[in-house]
């Protein structure tokens, strides 16, 4: 998934002119100085069941399995997603349903309308006495799929992740409420509280951003808290919703300056984040991060322009993140002048 951002300001920019200033994000300090992040997607990377890649299920998304993985490697946060179950309680899970089977027949069960318990029934089980109920997953084809990954890892809570995730690591917080769904204020209020009392609890000096495709969550978190920067997702007009606020880039910039947000972070249809040729153009082109699933193979590419620091790991040990030295993508002059021209356009599209 290709990213850009801006921080909002009196103007409505064109889609050149939008750029992700650093200070502006709470990453760690290392963006400030880079200008270029790497961020892992759902940990180290999405699973996408229906894929050859096997690096697409090699390990649990959004897991401390997941998050611990990608903190091997020099990224500055991990991007993850945070709903709350009806017993008030922050997860770390991305899709609105859980699906498993029960005498044969496909079961499925809205991921809020659970509490703490039975969500965390599905799936490895932290006791290994125990079985959990199968988890299952539909793809976008509509198939439902066995949720097969090559490294298991149980399902967890956001304050979980704040015990056991490398603390060098920022999050970016996706907070997740259901497309369609209208959702009130309170209904909004009461599931973003819950997850800010969590992270005024856990976050400790941790760099957190939040950001959300919902219009109103964005709004509401940034007036329940200030210490913390709110990002406004969108899909800039690749999807159409009800909501005309989701559905132009515009609409997303004028909602981030009504609201006071710090900033957008577009999908950029048209250039994927995981290849690392098209990494490396954006950055040419002034993108100042991306969110990827092949964590390894990105920074390894783009090594040359980000700048690892040191970390401590759990044991406090300071370790040194360095990145593996990669071959950067190279371009003959003539290629690179065709691919700045073609990639504007396809950003359009």
């Not at 959702?183 to 400790?204: C, N, P, R, T």
Request: glycine fraction near 6%; charge should be negative; aromatic fraction near 8%.
């Amino acid at each position: 998934m290709a990213l850009k951002a801006v921080l909002a300001s009196g103007a409505v920019p064109n889609i050149d002119q939008v750029h992700l200033p650093a200070e502006a994000v709470r990453l760690p300090n290392r963006a400030v100085a880079s200008g270029f992040v790497v961020l892992g997607h759902r940990g180290k990377g999405m699973n996408a069941l229906a894929s050859p890649d096997r690096r697409m299920s090699a390990v649990k998304e959004n897991s401390i399995l997941s998050f611990n993985r990608a903190a091997r490697f020099p990224i500055d946060s991990i991007e993850f997603d945070v709903q709350v179950t009806k017993d008030d309680c922050p997860i770390i899970f991305h899709d609105d349903v859980i699906l498993t089977e029960h005498a044969g027949e496909i079961m499925e069960k809205r991921v809020t309308d659970l509490c703490l318990e039975e969500f965390l029934s599905y799936g490895l089980q932290r006791d290994p006495s125990k079985v959990g109920k199968l988890l299952l997953r539909r793809i976008h084809d509509g198939r439902v799929l066995n949720w097969n990954v090559e490294d298991d890892d149980y399902l967890c809570t956001l304050q979980e992740a704040f015990e056991k995730v490398d603390p060098r690591l920022g999050f970016n917080i996706e907070l997740k409420f259901v497309d369609h769904v209208v959702y009130s204020d309170e209904e909004l209020v009461h599931a973003l509280e819950a997850v800010l009392k969590v992270v005024y609890q856990y976050a400790g000096e941790r760099a957190i951003i939040f950001s959300t495709f919902q219009p109103d969550a964005a709004r509401l978190i940034r007036k329940l808290q200030s210490a913390y920067s709110v990002f406004f997702l969108t899909t800039a007009g690749t999807e159409i919703y009800n909501d005309i606020r989701r559905n132009s880039l515009d609409e997303a910039i004028n909602l981030c300056l009504a609201g006071d947000l710090q900033g957008i972070v577009s999908e950029v249809r048209g250039i994927f984040s995981n290849v690392p040729e098209a990494v490396y153009l954006q950055h040419l082109m002034g993108i100042n991060g991306v969110i990827v699933d092949l964590v390894e193979e990105i920074t390894e590419s783009v090594s040359d322009i980000i700048q690892p620091t040191s970390a401590a790991n759990f044991c406090g040990s300071a370790r040194p993140m360095q990145a593996k030295q990669g071959t950067r993508p190279g371009f003959s002059e003539r290629e690179l002048s065709f691919l700045l021209k073609l990639i504007p356009e396809l950003v359009q599209q």
